[in-house]
């Protein structure tokens, strides 16, 4: 991309996401994505309740990404689609595990639907300016499943990039059927989700974004889950009982699939409207799903690389420690990701656990694994104090973790677990008032 394409792209970015992100965190996210080669930016998965409900909105959002020079590759499904048409042909809809039945008579619906459903979307993206390529066959090659059972329904058994990348090559958006075709010649219908997983698969993409009306993984509350730690959560969570059956089929899907993908990669679960919110933000706006890191806990320096945390912690406060820090710092308990990425560091303060510092490196923002770290550390802290200075950025998250909050002349103390104990409370206020930085201010 040559320097006015750049400046072209960075000044795109500014105007429509000013109002969601600042610049330091569009700057971090642009650069991250600008240096994946074309292919390996983004496979997004469209349903097609989204292609019938919020094609405007799909539309906008894939257009942006190519107006700032991101190429996704698109796959899409046409389930209510297809429902409606087969009922209007008084087919009656059966599946197996979850799959069609596809009979020759229902194939032929399933491709006039199919290639209607990629076609409206190609023009619809073509209409507002987008570069956009239709591809109805030659990327799935299958191997029927089981025909007595199934009809003519198959499994990816190879996937052929050549399409995708002419389609890329040219600057345009690859917008993907799922129906795949046998070495004879036979056109199969292919689950949607699972042609866009065998894509996934062999590309390696840096992000899988699912979109969907729900706009993310849902809570017990019906709220949505920011983000997903699969080292440090994924068994805890599908033993939720409000986990619903087709939620944990999706986790499970979503664990296989980055348990085979570089480190780097993720999953965004997201609407067509948030997409650009979730892509170049921190905060996001739906599920956000990695494979993490483990979350590792000591009682004492004396198992950590003191220097390497000296450098995490430094890094993100954006200040160097003073230089006796951890001598003259009796850690209580110390949470270190393993890649030294995050941290948390709590010393014991008039009998109760002090949070001293909470550091995420700037790479590692917008991954959840900060809130990870922190969801460790709750789970064997039931009580908990500690002061954050006036304006920093991860007051809002502090605010939503405390019981309390009390704002001093520099500081703002928090606690947790405390209840009524307003001895204890004001013992805590008090010391944050009084305890000495261990951060040199600039």
Known sequence: MNAAAHLQMRQTILRLLSSMASAREIDQYVKRFSQLDAKRFAVVKVGGAVLRDDLDALTS??????????????????????????????????????????????????????QAQNLNLVEALQEIDARA????????????????????????ARVNLAPIEASLRAGSIPVIASLGETRDGQIVNINADFAANELVRVLKPYKIIFLTGSGGLLDENGKIIDSINLRTEYERLIAQPWISGGMRVKIEQIKQLLD?????????????????????????SGTLVRRGERVDTHAAWGGLDVERLRVLIEAGFGRPL??????????????????YRAAMVLTLEDGLPYLDKFAVLDEAQGEGLGRAVWQVMRAETPRLFWRSRHGNGINAF?????????????????????????AAIERCVVHCARRHPTLVDA
């Open 260 to 284: 085979h993908l570089p480190f780097a990669s993720s999953v965004s679960i997201t609407r067509p409207d948030e997409l650009a919110k979730e892509l170049f933000t921190h905060k996001g």
């Open 398 to 422: 502090y605010h939503e973790q405390a019981d309390g909050c009390i704002r001093q002349e520099r500081w703002r103390a928090f606690w947790y677990g405390l209840g009524a104990d307003f």
């Open 61 to 114: 959002s894939l257009a942006f990404l190519q107006q700032v020079g991101l190429t996704p590759i698109v796959v899409h499904g046409a389930g209510p689609q297809l429902d409606d048409e087969l009922a209007a042909a008084g087919i009656v809809k059966r599946t197996v595990d979850g799959l069609r039945v596809t009979s020759a008579q229902t194939l032929a619906i399933v491709r006039r639907v199919s």
């Open 322 to 339: 003073v230089p006796d820090y951890f001598d003259r710092t009796k850690p209580y308990r110390v949470y270190v990701s393993e890649n």
């Open 133 to 156: 390529t239709s591809v109805l066959s030659g990327v799935f090659e299958a191997e029927l499943i089981d025909r007595e059972a199934l009809g003519l329904v198959g499994r990816v």
